[in-house]
């Protein structure tokens, strides 16, 4: 039976009567496929500098390799905290993928057993140590051992992911991280996630293809009481105490040249609060969004994301001296919220002797149209085939310790109810409106969409996105194609915490 026990085993065999696929206990040169860099890097190959994330990349068409969530011992500032990682690793591993791979994850939940009193409860947080794996953004079927968040891997079980990635999959950033109804915003909350990139398109741009690139994944692990979660109280406030962390450290150093230009691949992967961030003294151009290139390198003063969302950046390194990546105070909806020193940055000169040779030197922002990912093309009025209207909102309940629920269309999730059935070959328009008076990043699977108004404002851009903060009080508009795949999936709030209470739709594509 190979590395896993009987125990594993039975388990296995549960998670194979839900759709899945038994991990049959890989080992040795099973795991050749997978081109692992273990060590996390520092791109300009300086001490100090703020390394990558460690990676595992595709060869020949496939990435096969072992992941696993486990307690993670983290000396956090606060002190120290068990978190609930994968692989160890705060961030996970980075996965880079090319379109037409195959992502095989031999899948491991090594936590302890959930307290034997801890009841799965629909829409009130419980059993921490239960988890599964969502490819956020990826366009790939939501079945079986594919994008399925329906599975629940319990401790101790194995299962086996298998993600076929289509031919024409728009090459960007995306992510992974659990999605068990019940247990994401406490895992995600404690660092559970990692950037997953899909070669192409902007990588191909000669200006960017020369730059130096940065993956930088923004988490803000909570610890809980006694250093692990095990209770949604220590994150349920917005403005709960959070060390906001890149690559797993507190206000890091990034290193840049002068007349330098590097490129940022960002990851927020927190789970409540929202990024504005601005880094004055250099120059930030904008050129891509949740993986999708915009049309024209953008020079912005300030970034905003939400929970859940990427961007890729180009950063112009100006004078050199020390400066400060930050987030400005702002308020969140009602709620303010204060300014954060996520890394500072050093702009070192151009011919510093401490860049080892052979380090690629970028200068150039590439000028006129940036190339697009082709599949995504623009959703014309009369390929439309339905309209739906999604209203946000909350309920008060009693018995709960924050006395809410938040809910779409005046009900709470309910895993058994299809809330939007629809057809493969359907494009909808769908209006979000916000009842709430604090903006939610709304994220759906599978399909990304194109977002024609916000607050019925046209968007000149209309960008392709997979998450967008809808406005306090306000709405978003946006148009989705219901490509390739059937299956069952979720629309969901990336404020994570109203996720788990209710805030979360199933979508059922029928083929
Ligand atoms: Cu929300």
Known sequence: MGIIDRRAFLAGAAALSAGGVLFKGISGDGFSHA??????????????????????????????????????????????????????????????????????????????????????????????????????????????????????????????????????????????????????????????????????????????????????????PIPGIDGILNSEEPIWPLDAERDFLVNGQYKPRIYIREGEVQHWRILHAGDAQFFPFR????????????????????????????????????????????????????????????????????????????????????????????????????????????????????AEVKGFFHDTEFTINGQPFDPKRDDVTSKVGAVEEWTLINTTPFPHPIHIHVNPFQVTHVNGVPDAHKPWMDTIGVPAAGTVTFRTRFTDFDGRYVMHCHILPHEDTGMMINVNIQA
């Open 279 to 394: 880094l004055d003294g250099l120059e930030i151009y904008e050129i891509g969004r949740d993986g999708n290139p915009l049309p024209q390198a953008e020079r912005m003063d300030e970034i905003h994301v939400a929970p859940g969302n990427r961007v890729n950046l180009l950063i112009k390194g100006k004078k050199p001296g020390a400066y400060t990546l930050r987030r400005p105070a702002f308020n969140q909806g009602k709620q303010a919220l204060p300014a954060v020193d996520l890394a500072e940055i050093f702009v070192i000169p151009a011919n510093d002797p401490s860049v080892p040779e052979g380090i690629p030197f970028g200068r150039a922002i590439p000028q006129g149209k940036l190339p697009t990912n082709s599949i995504l093309k623009p959703i014309a009025d009369k390929e439309i085939t339905g309209h739906r209207k999604m209203v946000l909102g909350f």
């Open 35 to 220: 081109l692992e860099r273990k060590a996390s890097f520092s791109p300009l190959g300086l001490l100090n500098d703020l390394p990558n994330p460690p990676e595992f990349r595709s060869v020949d068409g496939q990435l096969r390799t072992k992941m696993y969530m486990s307690f993670n011992q983290v000396q956090l500032p606060s002190g120290p905290a068990l978190l609930r990682n994968f692989n160890n690793s705060l961030p996970g591993p980075t996965l880079r993928l090319s379109p037409g791979d195959t992502l095989e994850l031999a899948f491991e939940n090594r936590m302890p057993p959930n307290p034997t009193d801890d009841k799965t409860l629909v829409n009130v947080p419980n059993r921490f140590n239960t988890t599964n794996m969502h490819y956020h953004g990826f366009h790939v079927s939501p079945k079986g051992n594919s994008d399925n968040v329906y599975l629940q891997i319990e401790p101790g079980q194995h299962f086996n992911y298998v993600v076929k990635i289509p031919e024409d999959h728009p090459a960007g950033n995306y992510w992974y991280h659990p999605h068990r109804h019940g247990s994401v915003s406490a895992q995600v909350a404690s660092g559970a996630a990692g950037m997953a990139i899909i070669n192409g398109t902007l990588d191909d741009v000669p200006e960017i293809k020369e730059a130096v690139e940065r993956v930088l994944v923004i988490q803000a």
